[in-house]
């Protein structure tokens, strides 16, 4: 048995960082660890919001793999608080709003990307002019919340030119 102390993650100073940065209030430890993964694949930041679990549970680890210590990671704000955030680019991923397709990323430069936590989402407090979606079959409810941030954050690199 191994035991470590994890390092506590630096506060998020409120500010954008360059590129993109993904607000991530994942609950289920495989989705943090695997969205995560994503961030290091495409070269993005990550804030945890106040509802995630610590990245630094056995089946996150798993899920990250080395990719947990090529990210950035800070602690944020709450879900509902980062939705007051209201002049910050922060667009959520949602069934509802523009398409992901034609959203113009490289139009906002520094920009953040949330999702909602699993069930609940965001619906209830979330600006409806900051929201963007992916199309997808009308009798699909939704996607996985990690495969939707990971689809943002490739759109988002689409359009930055970057692999």
């Known amino acids: 048995i191994l035991l470590a102390s994890a390092p506590p993650l630096p506060e998020w100073d409120g500010n954008l ?16 660890g695997t969205t995560i993964r994503s961030a290091a694949a495409f070269g993005v930041s990550v804030v945890l919001l106040r509802e995630a679990a610590m990245p ?27 939705a007051t955030y209201g002049q910050m680019p922060v667009f959520a991923l949602s069934p509802r709003g523009e398409s992901i ?13 949330v999702a909602g936590m699993e069930g609940p989402g965001l619906d209830a407090f979330w ?10 079959a009308a009798h699909v409810e939704s996607l996985n919340a990690s495969v939707a941030m990971s689809i943002g954050m490739a759109c988002h690199a689409a359009q ?3 692999p």
């Open 17 to 32: 960082l360059e590129g993109l940065t993904v607000f991530l209030p994942f609950q289920n430890p495989i989705n943090l």
């Open 56 to 82: 630094y549970l056995p089946k996150c680890l798993r899920a990250s793999g080395p990719a947990i210590f090529q990210v950035p990671l800070f602690r944020g704000p709450s879900l509902e608080e980062l």
């Open 101 to 113: 397709f034609s959203f113009p990323f490289a139009a906002h430069g520094a920009m953040g990307l």
């Open 127 to 136: 600006p409806e002019a900051k929201r963007i979606s992916i199309p997808m």
């Open 160 to 162: 930055a030119g970057r």
